[in-house]
Each structure stands twice: as structure tokens, then as C-alpha cells.
């Protein structure tokens, strides 16, 4: 006997193999979204992830790259307050 549950993309029922297993991936003939089990007891779906080349690695998060040209100076948040400020005494 298969086993079913619902799709979180489409709302459809999705026909699984006998027993699924925590992980185990599989694509809703409906709106082919590619899902995998998160629970087996209910069963429950939801959006597989699909890695590829494109991942980030240690790299990409490098805080040497970011300096402080990419941060809005101080003198920017003062000049907002001082907005504020001058909103509030009216």
C-alpha cells in the first residue's frame, strides 16, 4: 500500500513509495515541485532543497571583503535624528 501526503506548493495529494524515509525526495506530478519527506509519522512534505554549483561557500562570506564604504556613515543616522527631532516640535 503507497503511502500519500499533501503538497505545500500546490495543496494536491502526492503519491509516495511504501514506507518513505525521513529525506527521501520526491516530485509532485501536479505542479512538479520537487519535495522531500521531513516527517514520516504523519507523513509531511515540504520543498527539497536542490544544491548545485551555485552554493555559497566559506568565501563568499569573507569579512575582509566588506568595508566601511558599504556601511552608511554615523553622520547619516545623526542627520535622521536630528529630522526626528525637528518632527517632533511641530
Known amino acids: ?41 504523519p507523513i509531511e512534505l515540504d520543498w527539497a532543497y536542490i544544491g548545485g554549483d551555485d552554493d555559497l561557500d566559506d568565501e563568499d562570506w569573507d569579512d575582509e571583503e566588506l568595508d566601511d564604504e558599504d556601511w552608511d556613515d554615523e553622520e547619516d543616522w545623526d542627520d535622521e535624528e536630528d529630522l526626528d527631532d525637528d518632527w517632533d516640535e511641530r
Open 1 to 41: 500500500m503507497s503511502s500519500r501526503a499533501i503538497c505545500p506548493s500546490c495543496g494536491e495529494w502526492v503519491q509516495l513509495p511504501d514506507h518513505p524515509t525521513m529525506g527521501q525526495k520526491v516530485t509532485c506530478v501536479h505542479c512538479e515541485a520537487d519535495l522531500e519527506v521531513i516527517e514520516t509519522t
